[in-house]
């Protein structure tokens, strides 16, 4: 039975990459047929980071359905703040360093993290805890403050953004996932897993001048779309992000959205974050510009949702 | 007696390296109480009106004579090093070249002098040209660090794209062409009389040099020959990078006299000694030479007076205000322009430290008299960092007072100035936002503007002027926020916290 697993998961993953997993999750829910049982979004509440995230994997088919033994591996976390853990301005290490240990046991020959922090880099690697738990766990920090670690890339669907310089780290890897933390956000009004995309580019000033909510759904059809985001709701930011003043800004909510659909993961954690902070989901205009460019869907009824508390 | 050369190179080894590496690091490596090293510098601890380091260099020199110069000063490090390179360079039977010249004491003492009085009337411009320590901090980071940079990063290019990203590559620090010239003209300066002519700079121009020359005189130990053992062979005499010796008259000037006792070693009769001036005074006949030294530097004060008398001294002060187009940003801890421009000498050991390098040094923007004095100047991701005050803990001369974190945190640089007319919300009716995202204390933050749009807004009062926002601000070349300088650094009120969200949230909410 295992072996015919395997077959099975890795015709799967075949398939996805030659047509894209968003893609291939529309399709699926669109036309309601189960090819495959695992769920397209994994809601979990109640457990610290790495519990519930080995928990949201094992019911997407385990870590070993996106990671193969020897690939190489990108984890793009929110690391764009010098602020400790408890501001909850960066994505939580304790989850970034599970990712990285799950990896690893599942084979990955080597595990990248790295963001293009607002702050000064150093300061926020060390200071968000991220870097020490991914040293920790096997993983590599690696730096993207300087504009000779990007290369342009084109995006034909992009309707502002044509082209964008992206890290070379995540050009060259074999599978990535995104992993944002659930935001308030001064400009694009929330910071969720595609506003997290702004850290794989070089060039954010381009955003802000040319539509920033466009921007954001343009890049979010760059077609090397991560295996899954994984948002980080351990704590959020409620409001005065994306660096927020104090704790007063920050909530537990000790929760987790993972899900292959960039547009589905935003709605949901958008749901979530309406429960503290309520916020018209039309005024975070990028989520359904993203929909628009067919990158996902904001309908979560039609999808196969999963939520488990702890 | 001959081990005293060794003593010397091992002390301005200890003392030279550190500060050498202190400047060139570009990693924030280095642990940061090594700036002790600087501020033992003479120049350093008067303005900082550090009394005991003061009391303390000033015994040394009583004791040792200018030991400081040998050791301690990191300029006069350099220029022994320069000096002993040349001889890789000459004949051999000329390896060793110097001969006995007069001192040059009416250009001397009239630098001394001048500096002095321009600092009395109120600039510091001659200490922060002429201050040996700060000529070698501008030599070092504006004219050897770049190079370790373009090292590092062409190096870390070639690890990268083999996956190894042990390295990173570092910006530079921005070229700017006055303050450039600056450290150019007095590193060729420097290195060009210490090649030839030994230690003739800190024996003619450095005002530092001049003044320990003063102590030295009457220092306890200094360096004398004894007659009786003296064949005048001239040995020590070529020896002597400071010309300082007359082997023929068998005397020593130790006002010029470095104590760097290369004589003692290099005396095969052993006539050369470092002793007591005052125990040996008796069996010494009385030399009966007429100390110049006085007369000339009276003269020489007096020529200078009236110089400056004559001159304009407002011309010489420099008016700063009448310079400025937008007020430039001083680092925090400044307190206020006077302050400041005082006691700044452009080391640049605070924009070396700064790890967003925004810190640069200035060109004419603090006025003539504030020539390589470091001023903030914003671009894309370059801004001051809120939880940063390594420029304040560094800075040696008290230009920047040390600011506790939670004090730097509320020191108010400068206020952000909005331009709605150039903001892509006005201009382009969209959404950005980017600098109240980067605001650290939200005195920029948004608020409605129309059909769901937000527009930032400033709080001045809880504004502290770090240019995140206008570092971050698409709108190009003008950007729609900016930071006005203020003269006057106050404290920034406050901000307020948001209020908490005490509910319990137990359900998913889709």
Not at chain 2, 200 to 216: E, M
């Amino acid at each position: 039975m295992k072996r015919r697993d395997f077959f099975k998961s890795a015709a799967i993953v075949g398939l996805a990459s030659v047509f894209k997993t968003n893609a291939l999750g529309s399709v699926v829910s669109g036309n309601h047929v189960a090819v495959h049982s695992e769920p397209d979004l994994v809601a979990v509440m109640g457990g610290e980071p790495g519990v519930m995230l080995t928990r949201a994997l094992k019911e997407l088919g385990g870590i070993g359905h996106f990671v193969k033994k020897g690939q190489k591996v990108v984890i793009k976390p929110n690391i764009g703040w010098d602020r400790k853990p408890e501001l909850a301005a960066n994505t939580n290490p304790e989850l970034v360093g599970t990712l990285v240990k799950l990896c690893k046991s599942a084979g990955a020959s080597e595990v990248i993290v790295f963001d293009n922090t607002c702050h000064d880099w150093k300061k926020s690697y060390t200071n968000s805890g991220i870097e020490k738990a991914v040293i920790a766990a096997g993983g590599k920090m690696v730096p993207a403050n300087d504009e000779s670690y990007f290369r342009e890339v084109e995006l034909p669907r992009g309707v502002n953004l044509k082209k964008a310089k992206i890290h070379h780290a995540l050009l060259e890897c074999d599978v990535w996932f995104n992993m944002p933390i659930l935001k308030h956000h001064g400009g694009a009004k929330n910071s969720i897993s595609m506003k997290n995309l702004m850290g794989i580019v070089w060039d954010r000033g381009f955003f802000h001048s040319h539509d920033l909510h466009q921007s954001i759904a343009d890049i979010a059809t760059f077609h090397k779309s991560p295996a899954l985001n994984i948002v980080d709701a351990y704590r959020i930011m409620k409001s005065n992000g994306p660096q927020g003043k104090s704790e007063a800004d920050v909530v537990m909510l000790k929760s987790l959205i993972v899900s292959h659909d960039f547009v589905a993961a935003d709605t949901a954690a958008m749901k979530l974050f309406s429960q503290v902070q309520p916020t018209d989901m039309k005024d975070v205009r990028y989520i359904a510009l993203a929909e628009k460019n067919h990158v996902g869907t904001q309908q979560l009824e039609k999808l196969n949702v999963k939520r488990i508390k702890l | 007696m001959k081990s005293l050369k060794k003593v010397r190179l091992v002390l301005a080894i200890l003392f030279f390296l550190p500060i050498l590496l202190f400047f060139i690091d570009f990693t924030g490596k280095l642990p940061l109480f090594l700036h002790n090293l600087v501020s033992i510098q003479l120049i350093p601890a008067l303005l900082s009106l550090n009394v005991v380091v003061v009391i303390l260099l000033v015994i040394l020199s009583l004791l040792f004579g200018r030991i400081y110069c040998s050791t301690i000063c990191p300029l006069g490090v350099f220029q022994d090093i320069a000096s002993w390179k040349s001889r890789l360079f000459r004949k051999k039977s000329k390896k060793y070249r110097f001969e006995y010249s007069k001192p040059n004491n009416i250009i001397r003492y009239s630098i001394l002098a001048i500096t002095i009085i321009v600092f009395i009337f109120g600039s510091s411009f001659l200490i922060l040209l002429l201050d040996p320590y700060s000529i070698f901090g501008r030599t070092i980071s504006q004219l050897i660090r770049p190079l370790f940079i373009w090292g590092n990063n062409g190096l870390t290019g070639i690890l990268s794209k083999m996956g190894n990203y042990s390295l990173y590559q570092v910006e530079q620090v921005s070229f700017v062409p006055v303050a450039f010239s600056i450290s150019v003209f007095f590193f060729v300066l420097v290195a060009v009389m210490s090649w030839f002519w030994g230690r003739l700079y800190c024996n003619t121009i450095c005002p530092v040099g001049t003044v320990l020359g003063f102590i030295s005189k009457i220092s306890i130990f200094h360096i004398s020959i004894k007659d009786s053992d003296c064949t005048s062979c001239g040995l020590c005499e070529k020896h002597c990078k400071s010309k300082c010796i007359d082997s023929d008259a068998k005397k020593v000037d130790d006002s010029r006299c470095v104590s760097c006792y290369n004589c003692i070693s290099t005396c095969k009769k052993g006539a050369i000694t470092y002793r007591s001036r005052y125990k040996y005074k008796k069996d010494r006949p009385v030399l009966n030479v007429v100390d110049n030294g006085r007369r000339t530097f009276l003269l020489a004060s007096g020529a200078a007076l009236s110089t400056v008398a004559f001159a304009n001294t407002k011309k010489l002060i420099g008016n700063n205000e009448s310079m400025l187009s937008r007020k430039p940003i001083m680092p925090p801890g400044a307190s206020n322009f006077e302050h400041f421009n005082r006691h700044c000498t452009g080391c640049q050991l605070c924009v070396t430290k700064c790890p967003m390098q925004v810190l640069k040094p200035a060109a004419l923007q603090y006025g003539i008299s504030g020539i390589t004095q470091p001023h903030l100047i914003f671009s894309t991701h370059v801004f001051c960092t809120y939880d940063c005050n390594i420029c304040t803990s560094v800075c040696p001369t008290s230009a920047l007072r040390k600011l506790p974190i939670e004090e730097k945190k509320r020191t108010q640089i400068g206020v952000a100035k909005f331009r709605k007319n150039k903001c892509v919300v006005f201009t382009d009716e969209k959404d950005c936002g980017a600098c109240s995202e980067h605001c650290p204390t939200q005195a920029v933050h948004m608020i409605p503007y129309k059909d769901g749009l937000t527009i930032p807004e400033v709080t001045e009062n809880i504004c502290i002027g770090c240019g995140a926002c206008e570092s971050i601000c698409p709108a190009r070349p003008y950007q729609a926020i900016y930071v006005e300088g203020n003269t006057n650094q106050i404290l920034a009120k406050k901000p307020s916290e948001a209020k908490k969200f005490n509910k319990k949230i137990d359900d998913f909410g889709f």
